[in-house]
């Protein structure tokens, strides 16, 4: 969402989504067809020509946008852009602290109790911890086994492949009141007692929706539930495919704010056999890396701006965009790494921030300041070999990974050709807001720190050529072929500021009757068709889905009424095929703005096996923007499966 004079009433983009869901199905089946021959032909040319510069974007729908950069920008750098949180603060001395690991929870180790799965308890706990060697402890609400191991991130779990997992989520916040300012505008729980309601949502994981983490079904430790609260004991059964998943807390209205307190955590499903026959890195040269920039006051409590944009809402604010990158709980830190490969598990965490990461090496014989750092030194490629749902086809080289709010990246990188004292940045040049915002300045540019040690390390491990085959969706046998159904992302303006108010899907409020139903066991045909400035990470509960296409709007044409779908006047260009890095399994996509993306969303069982549960049951599920601010104020939807 941006703040900028209103371009267009909210009124007539409403009035555009009953227009477009009539206009696209005309097109739906030429675009597709484009598309698959794009793919056929081992992609467009214009994804070749991006790949070939190192990038991950085809044709632009994930990236950049210069025509969308250049407008509003006054705008965009007067009302949007990341500000100084604690002009007190200052500096903080990039790579001061080791990168920690969190610790792990192994559903393998725990016992069996009467015939069944095993169970865990974890808390989340009021407690202080440091983010940087130069601040004080900050307090965070942080999850973990104990008060005394509860940590930021909260400990990783592990589980095996299609064996069931059971966690009891334990509040144990004694806080009367949230340590973060409460928009009281928003769709948050009205307490009688007091107290930091959660309700914890394992993000990606195929689970009834009692264990889904509802937005409303939140519990407090002062004993408030609401209203579809079900059990604070949440079943998981891993049927999917193995992958890095990662939890964190969805209470309604407050999941931007719970999550920048520190409840999140890394999720893996591992595959046994499918890993060992690969022969990747693994054991301690297999690390999650959890993502997330932070702001800091002076006394290290974090830092969230209490004054909103809007009449409306007097504490929201359309994005929050941190002063600092975090890894693992740090500001900055650094690794030391052997001169073999590592595989990194990448979860961006970050409430709005995108991310696009690049490796430079700079050489030990190379004196390099920071400040050239990122102009004169080298890229190191690197090749990604998962995504949001598991392991893709096969692994994809890359010089750069742009990854939205909520979405993950397994990536292997090689470091035994570097030599001994070789120093490695991972950085970040996403601009914010995300595309149309500045790329990022100083400081903030830095991610983290690789430093090569020692001899060339002995490395039996090897990425494959081939990773694994995954089945294709036949789309043309979707359940709504014929009428794709129309996923709006639309946005509410103030008329007299043009700054945001909210931010909506299919034009309709979360607590607007449910229009969505999908019936179990079928494929359906989406279009999240983009007619906001934003692009918008669309995560989707339960069910899997696969990236088809994506094609660009004519905006002003369409606002206008003036083109028609069915004879392309509205596009502005071809459909585009999903770069090889989303041709797997997707449960968090971007949504570029004015683009329309296509995906197959499959309601079926993952991988044929009946479940264990019935998904048909329980409050249902939703499917929201993942950039949390959105998600907090109304660019959210439910859906049940009938």
């Known amino acids: ?11 007539m983009r409403h009035s555009l989504i009953l227009a477009l869901a009539g206009l696209l199905v005309v097109s739906h089946i030429s675009a597709l067809s484009m598309a698959q021959a794009d793919e056929e032909a081992g992609g467009s040319a214009a994804e070749k020509q991006a790949e070939a510069a190192g990038s991950i974007t085809a044709q632009g729908p994930i990236g950049h946008h210069p025509a969308d950069a250049a407008r509003d920008a006054a705008e965009q750098v007067a009302k ?3 500000r100084r949180a604690s002009p007190d603060l200052g500096r903080l001395a990039l790579f001061a602290d080791p990168l920690p690991i969190p610790p792990v929870v192994d559903a393998a180790s725990l016992p069996r109790r009467d015939g069944q799965s095993p169970k865990v308890t974890i808390g989340v706990y009021n407690v202080k911890r440091k983010f940087h060697r130069d601040l004080p402890p900050t307090k965070v609400y942080a999850f973990g086994l104990s008060r ?4 930021v991130p909260g400990p990783t779990i592990v589980a095996a492949w299609r064996e069931e997992l059971r966690v009891e989520w334990a509040n144990n916040i004694t806080d009367k009141q949230h340590m973060l300012p409460v928009d009281r505008t928003l769709m948050v729980p009205q307490l009688k007692l007091g107290g930091v309601p959660i309700a914890v949502h394992v993000h990606g994981a195929q689970v009834s929706s009692k264990s889904d983490g509802h937005p409303f079904a939140w519990w407090t430790n002062q004993g408030e539930r609401g209203p579809t609260f079900a059990s604070n004991t949440y079943t998981y059964p891993n049927g999917h495919a193995a992958s890095t998943l990662w939890y964190h807390d969805h209470t309604s209205g407050m999941t931007r704010l719970n999550v920048l307190a520190g409840m999140f955590g890394a999720y893996i499903i591992r595959h046994p056999a499918l890993e060992q026959k690969f022969n990747l890195p693994a054991g301690r040269f297999d690390v999650p890396l959890v993502i997330q920039d932070r702001s800091f006051m002076k006394n290290g409590w974090t830092f969230l701006a209490s004054q909103g944009v809007s009449k409306v809402h007097p504490h929201w604010m359309p994005e929050h965009f941190g002063d600092f990158m975090t890894v693992n709980g740090k500001v900055t830190p650094y690794l030391r790494v052997e001169r073999r490969k590592y595989r990194f598990r990448i979860v961006n965490g970050g409430t709005a921030r995108f991310l696009e990461l690049v490796f430079r090496a700079a050489s030990a014989n190379t004196d390099l300041t920071l400040r050239n750092a990122l102009s004169a030194s080298p890229q190191l490629p690197f090749v990604q070999i998962a995504a949001d ?3 893709l086809p096969a692994p994809v080289p890359l010089r750069r990974s742009v990854l939205g709010p909520g979405e993950r990246a397994d990536i292997v990188v090689d470091f035994s050709k570097l030599p001994a004292g070789s120093t490695v940045y991972l950085t970040n ?8 915002g500045a790329v990022p300045q100083g400081d903030l540019r830095f991610v983290m720190r690789f430093d090569v040690v020692g001899a060339q390390a002995a490395d039996p491990t090897r990425v494959p050529a081939k990773l694994i085959s995954i089945p294709a969706v036949d789309v043309t046998k979707a359940a709504n072929y014929n009428n794709p159904r129309i996923i709006s992302l639309t946005e509410v303006e103030d008329p007299a500021s043009g700054n945001p108010e909210s931010g909506l899907m299919e034009g309709a409020h979360f607590t607007a009757p449910v229009t969505i139903k999908p019936k179990f066991g079928t494929v359906e045909l989406w279009y999240i068709v983009n007619l ?8 989707i509960h339960f069910a899997p889905h696969h990236i088809l296409f994506r094609r660009r709007l004519n905006t002003t044409l369409v606002e206008a009424k003036k083109c028609s779908m069915a004879g392309g006047s509205c596009f502005a260009g071809r459909a585009v095929a999903p770069h090889r890095t989303e041709r797997g399994r997707k449960d968090t996509s971007k949504a570029p703005p004015g683009w329309v993306t296509a995906v197959a969303v499959d309601f079926r069982a993952w991988q044929g096996k009946a479940l264990s549960f019935d998904p048909r049951e329980g409050p249902g599920y939703v499917l929201h923007c993942h950039i949390l601010d959105h998600e907090d104020n109304d660019m959210m939807r439910p859906f049940v499966l009938v």
């Not at 941006?2 to 909210?10: F, G, V, W």
């Not at 040049?429 to 149309?436: F, K, L, N, S, T």
């Open 1 to 11: 969402m941006a703040s900028r004079p209103a371009r267009s009433s909210t009124l």
């Open 80 to 82: 949007r852009q990341p």
């Open 148 to 151: 005394k191991t509860a940590s």
């Open 389 to 391: 749902g598991g392991y």
């Open 429 to 436: 040049r996403a601009p914010a807001p995300y595309p149309g």
């Open 532 to 539: 906001s400035e934003d692009t918008h990470p669309i995560h």
